[in-house]
């Protein structure tokens, strides 16, 4: 993983642990289910990383970044 992948991850991380992931997700009108399928995780997954009670591994965490990025400009 490539030190720019790295610190996106660590970015979307800390998102997630303030809640400012979900919040975009949710005001970009994208379900979790619809991360789930992007990222390849199940939608209970997604929710607990949103709720903090899991923590993303650093390639769930990119791949959870750039699926909310994609799927936020499908929905503009």
């Keep these: 993983m490539r030190p720019s992948?790295?610190?996106?991850?660590?970015k979307t991380r800390v998102a997630l642990r303030a809640g400012s992931a979900r919040l975009t997700r949710i005001q970009s009108g994208v379900?979790?289910?619809?991360?789930?399928?992007?990222?390849g995780v199940s939608r209970t997954t997604v929710g607990d990383?949103?709720?903090g009670r899991k923590v993303p591994t650093a390639e769930h965490a990119l791949a959870y970044g750039k699926a909310l990025a994609a799927l936020e400009r499908r929905a503009a």
């Design 49 to 51: 990383w949103e709720a």
């Design 31 to 39: 379900s979790a289910a619809e991360i789930a399928r992007a990222v």
């Design 5 to 10: 992948d790295l610190a996106a991850a660590a």
